[in-house]
């Protein structure tokens, strides 16, 4: 199971990035971006630039230093070239800065989300993105938000005091929709952000949108709880956690799903065996292991499609997946994935929506629409791993 997570009035600034040409000991410009800095109650914005081998944060010649400038009280915080900030603050050493250059992502103007633009080329049968490829980059997009905002850059999504405490984010429920999948070389915007959810939990959302029309073409939400990394068992979320994460979050509640009684909010039943399809003794690849040699969450999502009937892959196409995560995963796990139909009298149906490409990928006819309930579970012992939930629709004629 993937262990991170752990997803205005402004007055505009062109701020240059200024490294030092390590061949004839040159200062020389970078890059330039735009950024927005708002007024100094708001959280910090990832507008730093960096300075000469001999210009330290108060522009005296001096250690070769990345500055960020925090509009919390115009304070200016510097990196330090072995990785501490002048506040004490850790940031890990050789990570993260360069890549905050190249990315296509940024803070949304009020800093409380992260947005990026993506062109899609990983496409599956059906000519357009997979389920599997979106899942993949929601991750992506909420480790690059963290490290938008100082934190960890090594993929866990943690704080310096989790990093004390030996303590992780683990997703424990991910439920994504999509209206429209992307085709080759459409570009999504894709914004994302987390909020506290009750004593223990996180909150992530993310929205997809094509970034031609503006169109919504998806959603998706987590949640999250902490985990001891040495034990395994979960763990109370500290206040001062809280406290670290919770001032980069919006203040009101805001929702990917704001519908009363929508489906991410559903929990699942177990399905109950025998199942009427099965794909039985699953092994995990080495490729489908995080960091801390489990199955990340993504892989489930494919063990769970394993055992769909062939003729519904043929003739539709994933609109919802719901997962909920009980027990990880490793290695030398062996997996059956299990399905069985779910009558769909309450099946959302989406209104129609037109593609970029002119395909119309909804008709609106319940007919057309079908669900299953889905169950992983280990081999040997048949303990529960994964529950889930999928709604198909009709393929665009098209498409099949």
């Known amino acids: 199971m993937q262990d991170s997570l752990i997803d205005v009035h402004a007055k ?19 890059l330039k971006v735009s950024c927005n ?6 959280t ?17 010649r001096g250690k070769n230093a990345v500055v960020f400038t925090t509009p ?26 360069w890549a905050d250059r190249l990315r296509l992502g940024s803070l949304a103007d009020d800093g409380l989300s992260y947005k990026e633009k993506l062109m899609l080329v990983r496409l599956g049968v059906n000519k357009t993105a997979t389920v599997e490829t979106i899942a993949n980059l929601l ?19 943690t704080s310096t005091i989790m990093r004390k405490l030996r303590i992780i984010w683990v997703t424990t429920r991910m439920h994504i929709e999509i209206y429209k999948y992307p085709a080759w070389s459409d570009v999504i915007e894709m914004e994302t952000w987390f909020q506290r959810e009750g004593k223990v939990e996180v909150r992530r959302n993310w929205m997809l949108t094509d970034y031609a029309n503006g169109q919504v073409i998806g959603r998706a939400t987590s949640k999250a709880v902490m985990m001891n990394q040495d034990t395994r068992r979960l ?26 009684n929508n489906s991410s909010l559903k929990k699942l039943p177990k399905l109950r065996d025998p199942a009427q399809y099965a794909r039985l003794g699953l092994m995990p690849r080495r490729a489908e292991l995080d960091m801390n040699q489990h199955v990340n969450n993504v892989a489930y999502i494919g063990w769970v499609l394993e055992s769909m009937p062939q003729d519904i892959i043929d003739t539709h196409e994933l609109q919802t997946i719901t997962l909920e995560y009980r027990r990880e995963c490793r290695y030398a796990d062996l997996v059956d994935s299990l399905t069985n ?57 098209t498409a099949r």
């Open 139 to 157: 991750q992506e997009m909420s480790c690059n938000h963290i490290q938008s905002l100082g934190f960890s850059a090594d993929g866990f999504g």
């Open 44 to 60: 910090m914005v990832g507008q730093y630039r960096f300075m000469g081998p001999h210009e330290n944060a108060n522009g005296l």
């Open 341 to 397: 139909p779910e009558p769909n009298e309450e099946a959302e149906v989406i209104s129609e929506l037109q593609g970029t490409n002119g395909s119309v990928i909804a008709t609106g006819d319940k007919k057309d629409y079908c669900q299953f309930l889905h169950l992983l579970r280990f081999s040997g012992d048949g303990r529960e791993i994964n529950r889930g939930r999928t709604e198909w629709r009709k393929k665009p004629a």
């Open 12 to 30: 505009t600034l062109s701020v240059s990035h200024i490294g030092s040409d390590i061949y004839n000991n040159r200062t020389c410009t970078m």
């Open 37 to 42: 800095v708002t007024d100094q109650n708001f």
């Open 235 to 260: 763990q109370k979320v500290h206040d001062d956690v809280w406290n670290e994460f919770l001032v980069f979050s919006p203040k009101t509640l805001r929702l990917a799903f704001p519908e009363e």
């Open 72 to 97: 919390v009280g115009n304070k200016q915080r510097v990196v330090k070239a072995e990785g501490v900030l002048s506040d004490g603050r850790w940031v890990e050493p050789g990570t993260g800065i």
